[in-house]
């Protein structure tokens, strides 16, 4: 703290904003859970939560945030141990092995993994600065962050384990990594996603699609055959092809691209292969859900619809807070967790949801800001680690209320009801006003 | 550029720059999705959320009542429970199953329509009715359904009741379900697919003015389809009441006179020759309409499938036998082709254009004129009186008095019957054995009840022809003005006043020392005709009378018919007296009607108005 200023030491904005979102989320949370049987454990463990939260926020704003970065070795073992630990040890709350049960309290681990992930790749770009363009920092990043996502695929909770990874190329973006290497990697991700999306589509678009089409193909290939195998074979070939013939033309092209090209081609429809024959039911219901909600509204399109005519119906000013039929009367699922964007919708109406979008825009242009001011690498790469993650969730979660999104149960850090995620969210909140109050001082 | 320069320690503000504007922009999506939904699409989701948790329960309003023209309660209303289902979120078919075996057992009702019903009401995500006016123990049992399966309830409605039961049946006629037709037609008039309609007779003419408006109760539940509450009761709006020109005692006295004749088929009408108001009408074989509504599904079928639709009194055709004889007297007295003093000889036969033709009476009635003629109805009189009147003429008379033409009373499947004579036959030759056969009502010429009826008002009030019918008022719920049907005149016969007077004798004789002796009433003077018409089975028995007290103008015209009854006085004789009886307010314990039966106390809840006047008789 030496030669801080003490004028502007904290970020007000921030603290505000997210203040702003604490009160709705408590608000929305003791609205929707007032009908649901538990109503009190519910609240008991919130402000609990909040209490807890608070401390942390003052531990991540007390220390010199240089700390995190000192022990970082020590925040990623602990992130590996507890994502291990919960393997073993843990307790299966909606098919995913990800809680931790004591007598008076239970925590899920992998929020702390969110947040130490984060400190720990800030750290080890930070680093790895000078040499930040390298093809072996981008794969020890990539491996660093793999090893948690793999760890959260086994529990198994597909859709947490996914969040990781955008997080990871907005930091490596952030830090300045080449951008061929960024594209492999987004190109990678998004065959990887793709793939499972087409094979749904296919499903239930052209259900008995004859042989020799497109659909059929596609189906053939998900289920790693000789198809696939022609298929990759193929996707070479084409590559090769067309190599040859930019070398033909004297165009003189560089050869790792192709050889870029080529494999994440194969190795993204290898991984859209995998993820695609991993889906659970209801996951690839949900897929069907977001890609033809006209199939089945009272399936695995129900949730959604229901969300989307809560937040509908709400208006312009919203029914009213505890006046919301369709989360009183259950119409709306998992109304204090997941939707609870939801409830504010239509509770709090266009004033409510767009005032809650409003303050986490601001929160995140306060990390944002945060991330340009930060008087290290560091500092910047945890607050636009921490901003991007926020983003995502925002994108995620209320995307998902609106229908614009398929349904993954993300929820949104600091509103949804979640002990865990308040506790953690409030933590790094503390890290980031740290990083903002040390803008000035050289240490 | 991006990849360069950066002016602090540290990554690079243009990265971070459009790291913030690619996030901005998904915000900036975000919130145009909730412009879109919240503001520009607001009241269709509101809409929609509104119908997520609202079920309406609809109840049958009270039909508007029929009342005769005393006041007394021909049809009305009493409370029924139905057994309603509404289908709670996330129900399964086997859950279904089970249900419908658990109801069907309580209701012994078929168990795969049941499935079904219940299937459809998931679907569509409707309440529907599973059984309709629960017989009181069924209710309690399944009442106790109720806690175990959500979505099962009980409601009250007003269910249509007719207290005389088998009464006037065919005028009043029934209530049933819509067709497919029916639906199409009712759709847009507020009708769902579960109401029921007048299916035949007053019910269906006077349909839209009976019906009341449904009420309903506008509940609220859960996702579950667990009631969490009432939201509103909406209340029904009773239909507007009819008032009859029908009097119930001749009514009754009409059908149990019909329904206990020879043969047990037959039609009769009464009509008051001052208005050509109806008393009654009555057509048998008839029916109880309560069977209709009966919770018992198997006697509702059975109603169904032995209906008899056939309203006799106006869609039933009969050749009129010697009760035409009026029509020929009326027709040569008042054009001058004979006079009552002319004399025939009647030796049980005569020859007529070398064919023979017979008087029923086999032993001939001597020398004839006109009172002993149709008083004795002498078939031989009447065959040479028709020659000498014509059959052009007797045509146009019969014509006159409404024959061959609908009545046009409010009702459907009204016959005409057949005129006949030279003009009906037209080109064809007409021979003197064609109007011989005219003269005593055989032949071609058919007519119905009605317009027999309608024959014998005419003949009471010396020549008034009337368009019969049934309303005196409707009192229209909702501030509508009163409807009062006034009386419709639709022709006259214009007779001589010695015609009249010859005639109205002739009818008087017939009773008193004629072949219409049955129908004596002492203290009153009684005027008819017999009829006994010839056909491929047994005769059938036909008497046109009317009656009044002593100095008065006739107030009752009757016409009964009973088929294959072989003797008009035998027959139809009697069952024409007990109606005038009736008409006259005279003690006939046969045929007195009686009031709501006993424990029949119209339910609070359904009453409308205050409770009506119970029969009180006219002096």
């Not at chain 1, 992130?79 to 239970?106: P, Q």
């Not at chain 1, 990594?177 to 087409?198: C, K, N, R, T």
């Not at chain 1, 690839?284 to 859900?289: D, G, I, M, Q």
Request: hydrophobic fraction near 45%; proline fraction near 5%.
């Amino acid at each position: 703290m030496l030669g801080a200023s003490t004028k502007g030491r904290v970020d007000w904005a921030l603290v505000l904003a997210a203040s702003g979102l604490i009160v709705t989320g408590t608000i929305a949370v003791l609205s929707a859970s007032s009908h649901i049987p538990g109503y009190h454990g519910v609240l008991q463990r919130h402000f609990l939560a909040l209490a807890f939260g608070i401390v942390l926020f003052l531990f991540g704003f007390g220390f010199k945030y240089q700390i995190f970065q000192d022990q970082s070795r020590i925040i990623y073992a602990l992130v590996l141990a507890v994502m291990v630990g919960v393997l073993f040890a843990g307790t299966v709350r909606r098919g995913h092995r990800s809680w931790f049960e004591f007598s008076l309290i239970s925590f899920q681990p992998m929020e702390f993994a969110r947040i130490g992930v984060i400190l720990t790749l800030a750290s080890f770009l930070d680093r790895r600065g000078r040499r930040i363009t390298e093809l072996s920092t981008v794969g020890a990043a990539l491996a660093l962050v793999g090893a948690v996502m793999v760890l959260i695929l086994i529990q198994p909770d597909f859709a947490s384990a996914l969040t990781f990874f955008p997080v990871l190329i907005a930091m490596l973006f952030c830090a300045g990594a080449s951008m061929e290497h960024l594209a492999v990697l987004v190109g990678y991700g998004a065959v990887a996603i793709a793939f499972p999306l087409a094979y749904v589509l296919c499903q239930v678009h052209f259900p008995d699609a004859g042989p020799g089409t497109l659909a059929r193909m596609v189906m053939e290939t998900g289920r790693l055959g000789w198809t696939t195998a022609a298929v990759l074979m193929g996707i070479a070939a084409a590559v090769a092809a067309v190599w040859w013939v930019a070398v033909m033309m004297r165009v003189r092209p560089r050869s790792g691209y192709f050889i870029a090209g080529a494999a994440i081609l194969i190795a993204g429809l290898l991984s859209g292969i995998m993820v695609n024959r991993q889906l659970k039911g209801y996951q690839r219901n949900r897929f069907v859900a977001f890609l033809a909600p006209e199939t089945d509204i009272q399936g695995a399109s129900y949730n959604v619809h229901q969300s989307v005519i809560a937040i509908g119906s709400g208006g312009l000013w919203g029914k009213g807070l505890f006046s919301g039929t369709q989360s009183r009367l259950g119409f709306l699922p998992e109304r204090h967790t997941d939707f609870v964007y939801a409830v504010i919708g239509e509770e709090m109406g266009f004033v409510g949801a767009l005032g809650v979008l409003a303050l986490y825009l601001t929160m995140i242009w306060r990390l944002i800001e945060t991330a340009r001011l930060s008087r290290d690498r560091y500092g910047s790469l945890v607050a636009g680690g921490l901003a991007s993650m926020f983003a995502l969730h925002l994108a995620l979660n209320a995307g998902m209320c609106l229908g614009v999104v398929p349904v993954a149960g993300i929820p949104l850090p600091l509103v949804s009801y979640g002990g865990s995620s308040l506790a953690v969210t409030m933590w790094a909140l503390g890290i980031a006003n740290n990083i903002y109050s040390h803008r000035y001082s050289f240490l | 550029m991006i990849n360069g320069r950066s002016s602090r320690v540290g990554p690079l503000q243009d990265r971070i720059s459009l790291l913030w504007m690619a996030i901005y922009l998904c915000g900036a999506g975000l919130g145009a999705r909730l412009v879109h939904l919240q503001v520009v699409q607001r009241a269709e989701y509101a809409l929609a959320a509104e119908r997520n948790r609202t079920q309406i329960i609809y109840q049958a309003a009270p039909r508007g009542r029929f009342y005769d023209r005393d006041g007394v309660v021909l049809a009305t209303n009493e409370p029924a429970f139905s057994l309603i289902y509404l289908p709670p979120k996330g129900s399964t078919a086997q859950g279904l199953a089970s249900l419908a075996e658990e109801i069907a057992k309580h209701l012994d009702a078929d168990r795969k329509g049941l499935q079904e019903k219940l299937q459809q009401a998931m679907r569509e995500e409707t309440a529907v009715r599973l059984a309709e006016n629960l017989p009181t123990r069924a209710m309690f049992r399944l009442s106790e359904l109720k806690t175990l399966y959500p979505g099962i309830d009980l409601v009250v409605e007003a269910r249509r009741r007719y207290p005389f039961g088998r009464f006037a049946s065919h005028l009043l006629g029934y209530m049933g379900r819509m067709d497919q037709h029916s639906w199409g037609q009712f759709k847009a008039r507020g009708y769902r697919i579960d109401s029921r309609i007048g299916k035949m007779g007053l019910e269906r003419v006077f349909e839209f003015e009976l019906r009341g408006k449904d009420g309903g109760i506008v509940m609220e539940v859960d996702a579950q389809g667990r009631l969490k509450g009432i939201l509103e009761r909406i209340p029904w709006q009773p239909g507007s009441n009819i008032h009859l020109t029908l009097d119930a005692a001749v009514q009754k006295a009409a059908d149990e006179g019909l329904r206990s004749s020879l043969t047990g088929r037959g039609a009769a009408a009464a009509l008051d020759p001052r208005t050509g108001a109806i008393l009654a009408m009555s057509s048998a074989p008839d029916f109880d309409p309560n069977d209709f509504l009966s919770s018992d599904p198997d006697l509702v079928k059975r109603t169904a499938a032995e209906l008899p639709e056939f309203n006799r009194a106006i869609a039933g055709a009969y050749a009129p036998g010697s009760a035409f004889k009026v029509v020929v007297g009326a027709a040569g007295l008042n054009e001058g082709r004979f006079t009552t003093s002319d004399a025939v000889y009647c030796p049980g036969h005569t020859e007529i254009g070398g064919r023979v033709f017979l008087c029923w009476e086999a032993k001939g009635h001597r020398t004839m004129t006109w009172f002993p003629g149709l008083t004795n109805s002498c078939d031989v009189y009447f065959y040479r009186m028709g020659l000498r009147t014509g059959g052009a003429l007797i045509e146009r008379y019969a014509g006159m008095f409404g024959l061959g033409a609908k009545t046009n009373v409010a009702l459907k499947w009204e016959k005409k019957g057949n005129l006949f004579g030279p003009r009906a036959k037209g080109a064809r030759a007409w021979y003197d054995g064609d109007t011989a056969n005219l003269a005593i009502g055989q032949g071609e010429l058919l007519v119905t009840p009605m317009q027999m009826a309608v024959l014998a008002a005419a003949m009471a009030s010396r020549g008034v022809v009337w368009r019969p019918h049934f309303t005196s008022r409707i009192e229209y719920t909702g501030g509508r003005p009163e409807y009062k049907q006034m009386p419709e005149q639709v022709g006259t016969v214009a007779l001589k006043e010695s015609t009249w007077r010859d005639l109205h004798e002739a009818m008087r004789l017939v009773v008193s020392s004629g072949t219409g002796r049955t129908a004596i009433i002492p203290g009153l003077e009684v005027y008819g005709k017999t009829g006994t018409s010839q056909n491929p089975g047994k005769d059938h028995a036909w008497f046109v009378s009317f009656a009044a007290r002593p100095g008065e103008v006739p107030s009752v015209a009757v016409a009964v018919l009973v088929e294959n009854g072989e003797h008009g006085g035998s027959a139809a004789g009697p069952i024409a007296r007990s109606m005038m009886m009736a008409a006259f307010g005279m003690a006939d314990p046969q045929a007195k009607a009686s009031p709501l039966p006993a424990g029949m106390e119209v339910p609070h809840n359904l009453r409308a108005e205050p409770p009506a006047r119970l029969a009180t008789r006219r002096p």
